[in-house]
């Protein structure tokens, strides 16, 4: 069981994504660049569209043509990528930094299930709002020994998602150690819970091609990391903690996925109790990761049903 003080110094230093162009700015520049061509004198010859795949022959009027139509796809697509970290390639999984929907909060809680959560549901419970969870299978605590408040959230609502068995940086593992660690979370996650997660964060906020790959094999549909950080795990103080949901509160737009750690007790008896009823009064709905990313306020889409809860027996061991 690793001491507080201990894990605030392993989370220290997590890093940070950086912003991406949105994709209407890279279908105006790669247009403009077109028209830029039809401009000019150039002869009827052979463009290659998107490298590596069709070759055809056509003048610059029929590629300025084709990059408007398909900049007119584009832009009249509903889905937002408004906080999107990382747009995923076929085979990743997509990577969230912060809510789509305006004047949502996503309170986000890592490295439980520990003593405190119960007293953490009940301020989210007295505040109405939702929360989110990304629990590990080993490292405060043993996951199976706190499977009851575990349930709890589950059945209040919250989104229970998976950090990791044992809190490893996730870019320094092989793909086999990778799936190792999320598969042990996931058959607590079955033991405890009768399902299994859809949602990841990883430890550090530490990322990598390998690692949305794997995730996208196993079949998680979605990445969370953060845009605000209380520092929390990092030693800051309630103050600190205070001040950062004061910001969120007076910003524009406001909108925000905040790192929270449930292992913290000033977190817990302090900040919340202060922050809580703060955003309400603000006007923000405090929601799950989920919701406020597109993903929907539906339970029974944030996870993969695998079958009934399990009593304790002697397989619930960490």
């Known amino acids: 069981m690793a001491a507080d003080g201990q894990r605030s110094l392993q989370k220290a230093g997590p890093r940070r994504s950086q912003s991406l162009p949105s994709i209407s700015s890279l279908s105006v520049a790669c247009l403009s660049r077109l028209l830029l061509r039809l401009s000019s004198p150039t002869p009827v010859g052979t463009h290659t569209l998107f490298s590596n795949s069709l070759t055809m022959h056509a003048s610059p009027l029929l590629l300025a043509l084709a990059a408007l139509s398909s900049l007119s796809a584009v832009l009249a697509t509903p889905t937002s990528f408004e906080g999107v970290a990382h747009i995923p390639r076929r085979n990743e999984a997509p990577v969230y930094k912060t809510c789509q929907k305006r004047n949502t909060v996503a309170l986000t809680f890592d490295d439980g299930p520990w003593k405190y ?52 940086d996730f ?71 205070k001040r950062v949901y004061d910001n969120i509160m007076n910003a524009a737009p406001r909108s925000a996925m905040v790192l929270n750690h449930e292992t913290i007790p000033g977190t817990v008896h302090r900040v919340m109790p202060y922050a809580l009823p703060g955003l309400n009064h603000a006007g923000l709905r405090l929601v799950t990761a989920a919701e406020c990313s597109g993903h929907g306020s539906d339970p029974s889409n944030w996870y993969e049903r695998v079958g009934g809860r399990e009593e304790r027996n002697d397989s619930w061991n960490c």
């Open 117 to 168: 959560e119960n007293a953490l549901l009940n301020e989210l419970d007295q505040a109405g709002a939702k929360a989110s969870f990304f629990v590990n299978g080993n490292n405060y605590g043993c996951i199976y020994d706190h499977a009851k408040s575990l349930r709890r959230a589950f059945n209040d609502g919250h989104l229970v998602g998976s950090h990791g068995w044992e809190h490893q």
């Open 171 to 241: 870019t320094q593992l092989s793909r086999k150690q990778m799936h190792s660690e999320l598969a042990r979370n996931e058959r607590a996650f079955q033991k405890i819970l009768g399902v299994k997660p859809r949602y990841f964060r990883p430890p550090y906020g530490n990322l990598n091609n390998d690692v949305l790959e794997v995730l996208n094999e196993r079949g998680y549909r979605g990445v969370f990391l953060w845009n605000k950080d209380t520092k929390d795990a990092d030693g800051a103080g309630a103050d600190e903690g």
